[in-house]
């Protein structure tokens, strides 16, 4: 069984910086990709950013491209989220979330596993 540890969150003033972090552990996939979505209160989940394992192939939203940047190291298991220029918008539960095949989805059904989210709060 996949598990998937998410670190990083925190409480942080608009227009600063943070970094995410998602730890893999237990099962095997052949070809994954890992993604990056965010829930705010009374909002649906939210793609981010994805990427494939080999990190050759990168997606980001709209909305934070540009400001964040997704990375991976296959050796740790571990796929980061760079944020930059954070606004109160940004505000949300972060959750990782990985899927076997090589090329991230924007879609969240099409994924397999679930961390348990880290909370991102940003105050103005």
């Known amino acids: 069984q996949v598990q998937l540890v998410e670190s990083g969150g925190g409480l942080v003033q608009s227009g600063v910086s943070l970094n995410l972090s998602c730890t893999a552990s237990g099962g095997t996939f052949s070809l994954y990709s890992l993604a990056w979505f965010r829930q705010a209160p009374g909002k649906e989940r939210e793609f981010v950013a994805g990427i494939s394992r080999s990190g050759g192939w990168a997606d980001y939203a709209d909305s934070v491209k540009v400001r964040f940047t997704i990375s991976a190291e296959n050796t740790k298991n571990t796929v980061y989220l760079e944020m930059n220029s954070l606004t109160p918008s940004d505000t949300a539960v972060y959750f990782c979330?990985?899927?076997?095949?090589?090329?991230?989805?924007?879609?969240?059904?099409?994924?397999?596993?679930w961390g348990q989210g880290t909370q991102v709060t940003v105050s103005s």
């Open positions: 979330a990985v899927r076997g095949f090589a090329s991230p989805s924007r879609f969240a059904r099409y994924y397999n596993y």
